[in-house]
């Protein structure tokens, strides 16, 4: 069962909301797997965050998503970034604006489609791929502390089945 207190902010002894840890309980999500999915998630975006921060690399968790699917797809169409990334694509513009800015990645003309972009990752941006597998291994190392080999491979395994039946068109970064 999903703990209300971690799942709604504010659930503590001075919670603005009280009623919230109640309403949670009541109606059922706690029970559910698509809310701890997404409290994952969150979650492990956070630690994700807290990674980046301390390593200084001055990269939000969207840039990392970037970095890691042009340097695992190769170049791409903004609108294919956009959906290996999971953003919307007014998003990502502003994403890619900061990433040309900082020299990590540049957009070039498609010679497939005028219409269209072509991502490139940069030297600078390939540069911080190793940096950035590190900690992920890190977050990774957090997030499995407490799991037994036998547990991790299982959970490894109903997660990875999980994507397998919910992804559609284009793959997610790591696919």
Same mark, same amino acid.
């Given at each position: 069962?999903?703990?209300?207190?971690?799942?709604? $902010?504010?659930?503590?002894?001075?919670?603005?909301?009280?009623?919230?840890?109640?309403?949670?309980?009541?109606?059922?999500?706690?029970?559910?797997?698509? $809310?701890?999915?997404?409290?994952?998630?969150?979650? #492990?975006?956070?630690?994700?965050?807290?990674?980046?921060?301390?390593?200084?690399?001055?990269?939000?968790?969207?840039?990392?998503? =970037?970095?890691?699917?042009?340097?695992?797809?190769?170049?791409?169409?903004?609108?294919?970034?956009?959906?290996? !990334?999971?953003?919307?694509?007014? !998003?990502? #513009?502003?994403?890619?604006? #900061?990433? +040309?800015?900082?020299?990590?990645?540049?957009?070039? $003309?498609? $010679?497939?489609?005028?219409?269209?972009?072509? #991502?490139?990752?940069?030297?600078?941006? +390939?540069?911080?791929?190793?940096?950035?597998?590190?900690?992920?291994?890190?977050?990774?190392?957090?997030?499995?502390? +407490?799991? =037994?080999?036998? +547990?991790?491979?299982?959970?490894?395994?109903?997660?990875?089945?999980?994507?397998?039946?919910?992804?559609?068109?284009?793959?997610?970064?790591?696919?």
């Amino acid at each position: 069962m999903i703990d209300a207190d971690a799942i709604t $902010p504010g659930t503590g002894a001075d919670a603005p909301f009280p009623a919230a840890r109640d309403r949670w309980r009541e109606s059922g999500l706690a029970e559910k797997l698509a $809310p701890l999915c997404l409290l994952i998630g969150r979650l #492990v975006t956070r630690r994700l965050e807290i990674a980046l921060a301390d390593a200084g690399l001055g990269l939000t968790p969207a840039q990392a998503r =970037s970095i890691a699917s042009l340097w695992l797809h190769g170049p791409m169409t903004q609108q294919s970034l956009a959906a290996h !990334t999971e953003v919307e694509p007014s !998003t990502l #513009v502003r994403t890619l604006d #900061v990433m +040309e800015r900082e020299g990590i990645a540049r957009r070039e $003309p498609n $010679p497939g489609d005028r219409r269209s972009y072509l #991502v490139h990752l940069t030297a600078r941006g +390939e540069a911080l791929v190793p940096r950035l597998v590190a900690l992920w291994e890190e977050v990774e190392a957090e997030l499995v502390a +407490e799991l =037994s080999a036998e +547990e991790l491979s299982r959970a490894r395994e109903l997660l990875s089945s999980l994507v397998s039946r919910l992804a559609t068109g284009d793959a997610p970064c790591c696919g």
